[in-house]
């Protein structure tokens, strides 16, 4: 069974920070693309960061400074360091991993983690 467990969200003032986690398992992880994602509210969900299985990274114009996608494939976690927060960054923030063996692709989601940035 996989699992994609987040954690590190919460509430934090503008100009703040969080280290967002997420924790796999049921994956080969080391041959997985790791992605976190945002919904804010009333918006679509939208790609804020990804980390190939080679540790090559590509963030979101909207986060390029200020975000940084890392993983652990000791420890089978992503996280998402984010620095100067805003309040529009507020979003349910989620983990996302993508696995390609031979011909199957599987995606799989976590549950996410609310991230709220006051003025």
């Known amino acids: 069974q996989v699992q994609l467990v987040e954690s590190g969200g919460g509430l934090v003032q503008a100009g703040g920070s969080l280290r967002l986690s997420c924790a796999a398992s049921?994956?080969?992880?080391?041959?997985?693309?790791m992605s976190w994602y945002r919904r804010a509210p009333g918006k679509q969900r939208e790609l804020v960061a990804a980390?190939?299985?080679?540790?090559?990274?590509n963030c979101a114009d909207f986060v390029k400074g200020r975000f940084t996608i890392s993983r652990d494939n000791a420890k089978r976690t992503v996280y998402l360091q984010m620095e100067d927060l805003k309040p529009e960054d507020t979003a349910i923030y989620y983990c996302n991993a993508k696995v390609a063996l031979g011909i199957v692709r599987s995606e799989y989601w976590g549950q996410g983690t609310q991230v709220t940035v006051s003025s």
């Open positions: 980390i190939t299985s080679g540790g090559m990274t």
């Open positions: 049921g994956i080969i992880f080391s041959l997985s693309a």
